[in-house]
């Protein structure tokens, strides 16, 4: 039994360990602590989804899609049943039992809390047998997240292999779905078996000519003489949903036409409203993903956690980098030096905004642009308009925000341990967990489905761990171990895919990143004659991430000193001086202390000047700030104050 099935992921494992431990005068703990609000309304229950439709039209996309979707933010256990695996018991009928049984000994595992062995090594299943009305044996099954069982039809690459007569038989599997018998007979059977369980039936439907080509094109050269071989039998032989003899008005199942419209029947209950949602933006067009971490901070300096701080020199270094790298290779496509329409989100957290400072926002006319398969032209497009989401935030680390590791450890000794036992669901004091930040991701994920043009998010490590592991698809990495993977600093993360190529491989920089081999040296970062060279290069396959370092790299960099910090010095009024002081929009605007570079005390005026170069009053912090600053614009008449804006 693995480590995931003894425990569930419903609380976190210290709060379980805790409720076992009886404390003097509570010899009747809670033992099943609140659930996490990923689980309301899914937990214990049992799912069957059966995926039918014709061959070649997107069904393992919407399968694989759905199913990462539910786990990963609902918390569910998928396992995914093919039709094509269960062919070989004799008879069709045979064929459709040992496929119940399969799906019938999945959703009857259990897997709630405090579900272990015994000292013995017997299973839960034997102490079911010997005592099935045992109250906790009952709490261990009820109480856990929840099981999907997805049934997909015969693969369209396992009929190819095939003899047309072989193939036929294959496609007729009762749980093909092919007509209303079949899915009466499904209904019936799941109903005996496990009276609980939910049945939903979800049907793809393809008669976008555009569509039809694109799944014809990407299928291989077998698959396609196949299905047209036999394309007239599928058609003939299928029946869709609602559409027989019989209305099928007891059915509950969803109709997807050409991944836009949508019809549903009989469709109730907590899981099956989220199905239908996710797919209301599921789209199998290409989506293109840039994930970038903000600049370094100050508290990044600092080594403090959270807070709202402005960029160090070196983040402002790397966030005026982005902005030739966006310019270059987001807005536009370096291959063909067209421009792209594109979007931006970032945090509220000034760090993210300061990053994406140098982004151009140029209003475009809809034919500069480079067009889009199937997509109406755009009249006019704002570049990378600025959105901001609070959702995108850092995790808020509560009562520990702004404190250094060691300050935590001294205020709370037990906090660290206990995040070493599970940092997904244990929560910062008065703040968050990495299941709270699943949570507030979940509508941008939406969001981010639907889109056709590129997208940079610019955030935060905790953040794209989350959206980073959602992305690759990888499930031998799920979400309980995201919050212990790295992310680089200064890099953009590049993810693609698309209806046909939908899992991807994760860069082979990450590596590198484990082993302490990145980043690279400064002379191997990103420039703008890397974009140049990719003009006329035939397109990157889809599926694949890239990382794209853009340095600098904060341990190794020290132009911050060398250019500003002796001109600074030099600014200083004679004698020994005791501040610089920085008239700034407020008292409590967070500024770069330059005593870490130059050794001189810094103190703050509140002012609200007009900025030289903008005309702005009291813009705050800019990354053009201080190189004007050194340079005396600006600057105090007497050389013994000098302005930020």
Request: hydrophobic letters at 35%; proline letters at 6%; a neutral charge.
């Amino acid at each position: 039994m693995s480590d995931r099935d003894e425990l569930s992921e419903l609380v976190p494992k210290i709060q379980a360990i805790s409720a076992r431990t009886c404390t003097a005068g509570n010899d009747k703990p809670t033992a099943v602590p609140a659930p996490q609000k990923q689980y309301f309304g899914v937990l214990g229950q049992r799912h069957v989804i059966c995926i039918n439709g014709l061959p070649n039209n997107g069904k393992a996309f919407v399968a694989r899609e759905l199913g990462w979707y539910l786990e990963f933010f609902h918390g569910a256990r998928v396992a995914y049943f093919s039709v094509d695996d269960h062919t070989g018991h004799g008879s069709r009928d045979a064929n459709a039992r040992a496929l119940l049984d399969e799906v019938m000994t999945f959703l009857s595992k259990a897997g709630g809390i405090g579900v272990q062995r015994s000292a013995s090594g017997s299973s839960l299943e034997e102490h079911l047998r010997h005592d099935e009305e045992s109250f906790n044996l009952r709490k261990m099954t009820n109480t856990d997240s929840g099981r999907v069982a997805i049934v997909m039809p015969p693969r369209m690459a396992t009929m190819a292999a095939m003899e047309n007569a072989q193939a036929k038989e294959v496609w007729n599997n009762t749980w093909s779905c092919i007509n209303a018998l079949d899915r009466n007979w499904i209904r019936k059977r799941l109903a005996e078996s496990l009276p609980d369980s939910k049945l939903m039936f979800l049907e793809i439907e393809l008669t976008d000519p555009q569509l039809l080509k694109q799944h014809a094109d990407a299928a291989k050269p077998a698959e396609r003489e196949k299905l047209e071989a036999l394309r007239e039998w599928y058609e003939c032989s299928y029946t869709p949903l609602g559409r027989s003899a019989s209305s099928e008005g007891h059915l509950s199942f969803l109709r997807y036409r050409n991944f836009r419209d949508m019809e549903t029947h009989n469709m109730s209950g907590y899981l099956r409203m989220r199905v239908a949602q996710f797919l209301s933006v599921l789209r199998p067009w290409k989506h293109t993903i840039y994930l970038s971490r903000h600049g370094e901070s100050t508290y990044n300096v600092e080594k403090k956690l959270g807070g709202d701080p402005p960029l160090s020199l070196c983040g402002d270094e790397y966030a005026r980098r982005l902005g030739d790298y966006a310019e270059r290779c987001i807005q536009a496509d370096a291959r063909t030096g067209k421009k792209v329409a594109a979007r931006l989100w970032t945090s509220s957290l000034q760090r993210t905004e300061l990053t994406a400072a140098h982004i151009p926002h140029p209003d475009l006319d809809g034919a500069e642009l480079e067009p889009r398969p199937g997509a109406e032209p755009l009249l006019v497009w704002k570049q990378m308009r600025h959105r901001v989401y609070r959702n995108l935030d850092e995790i808020y680390a509560g009562m520990f925000d702004g404190m250094t590791e060691k300050q935590i450890a001294e205020a709370d000794a037990r906090f660290g341990e206990d995040r070493k036992v599970d940092k997904l669901a244990t929560r910062y004091p008065h703040g968050e967990s990495y299941l709270d930040l699943i949570t507030r991701l979940e509508p941008l994920i939406h969001e981010l489905h639907s889109y056709e043009e590129p997208l940079l998010i610019v955030s935060h490590q905790a953040t794209l761990r989350v959206l980073r592991a959602y992305l690759l698809r990888d499930s031998s990495k799920p979400r309980e171990k995201c919050p212990s993977i790295d992310l680089p600093q200064h890099t953009v993360m590049k993810i693609t895919w698309d209806g046909w190529n939908f899992e991807v491989t994760p860069s082979a920089l990450e590596a590198k990143m484990k082993s302490k081999e990145f980043p690279p040296d400064e002379r191997e970062r990103w420039v703008a004659a890397d974009a140049e060279a990719l003009r006329g290069a035939p397109e990157p396959p889809i599926g694949l991430e890239e990382w794209h370092w853009l340095g600098p790299d904060p341990k190794k960099w020290k132009g911050h000193v060398a250019s500003w910090g002796p001109k600074c010095a030099a600014r200083l009024p004679s004698g020994d001086p005791k501040a610089v002081f920085l008239e700034a929009q407020c008292a409590a605007t967070p500024l770069y202390r330059l005593h870490r570079f130059t050794g001189v005390p810094v103190a703050f005026a509140p002012t609200l000047p007009l900025c030289p170069l903008s005309g702005r009053a009291g813009c705050g912090f800019r990354s053009f700030a201080l190189d004007r600053m050194v340079h005396g614009l600006g600057g105090g008449s007497s050389g013994t104050a000098l302005r930020v804006w």
